[in-house]
């Protein structure tokens, strides 16, 4: 069965210039990019994203952390891919979530590491299960920018739409 997968390639991955290596080797999985886009994470973007986490010792270290506030950059690239079983195999590629405790031939297990206060930088974001991966997806994109339907949608009119334009 098709499903979809949020990745999201953190700041130290980008600092790093390891996009192309983590392309690369997602690659492997055969699955298809459905949507991509370089996002500038606010701070609600990230408290949202992880708010299962909320609760832990390290809570504003890792929101800083997928800020970009601890590597100069600024912006994460959000991904989904889409295609047979999307979410087990992109999270076996990208290894186990502490880069010391991950595959070393896996993609945290290659570029990972561990900070001094403790912070995982482990270079990638992959949706742990289908109801994430949907909360994730739909916190991180709009169904506009998804080239396929992935979940059910509706038409909403809004009257005092505000935007930036060129």
Same mark, same amino acid.
């Given at each position: !069965?098709?499903?979809? $997968? +949020?990745?999201? @390639?953190?700041?130290?991955?980008?600092?790093?210039?390891?996009?192309?290596?983590?392309?690369?080797?997602?690659?492997?999985?055969?699955?298809?990019?459905?949507?991509?886009?370089?996002?500038?994470?606010?701070?609600?973007?990230?408290?949202?994203?992880?708010?299962? +986490?909320?609760?832990?010792?390290?809570?504003?270290?890792?929101?800083?952390?997928?800020?970009?506030?601890?590597?100069?950059?600024?912006?994460? !690239?959000?991904?989904?891919?889409?295609?047979?079983?999307?979410?087990?195999?992109?999270?076996?590629?990208?290894?186990?979530?502490?880069?010391?405790?991950?595959?070393?031939?896996?993609? /945290?297990?290659?570029?990972? /590491?561990?900070?001094?206060?403790?912070?995982?930088?482990?270079? @990638?974001?992959?949706?742990?299960?289908?109801?994430?991966?949907?909360?994730?997806?739909? +916190?991180?994109?709009?169904?506009?920018?998804?080239?396929?339907? +992935?979940?059910? $949608?509706?038409?909403?009119?809004?009257?005092?739409?505000?935007?930036?334009?060129?």
């Amino acid at each position: !069965m098709n499903q979809a $997968v +949020l990745i999201l @390639i953190k700041p130290d991955g980008l600092k790093k210039s390891l996009t192309g290596n983590i392309l690369t080797r997602l690659s492997e999985t055969k699955l298809e990019i459905v949507a991509a886009k370089m996002v500038r994470v606010s701070r609600e973007l990230a408290c949202e994203h992880y708010k299962h +986490l909320k609760e832990k010792p390290f809570f504003e270290e890792i929101i800083k952390y997928l800020q970009g506030d601890l590597h100069e950059r600024k912006k994460v !690239m959000a991904l989904v891919y889409w295609g047979k079983d999307a979410i087990t195999k992109c999270r076996d590629l990208a290894g186990a979530t502490n880069p010391e405790e991950a595959d070393p031939t896996s993609i /945290r297990g290659s570029y990972g /590491r561990i900070t001094t206060s403790g912070v995982y930088e482990n270079a @990638i974001h992959v949706s742990s299960n289908p109801e994430e991966a949907e909360r994730e997806i739909k +916190l991180w994109f709009e169904p506009k920018d998804i080239i396929v339907d +992935l979940y059910p $949608v509706k038409n909403a009119v809004e009257k005092e739409f505000k935007r930036k334009v060129w």
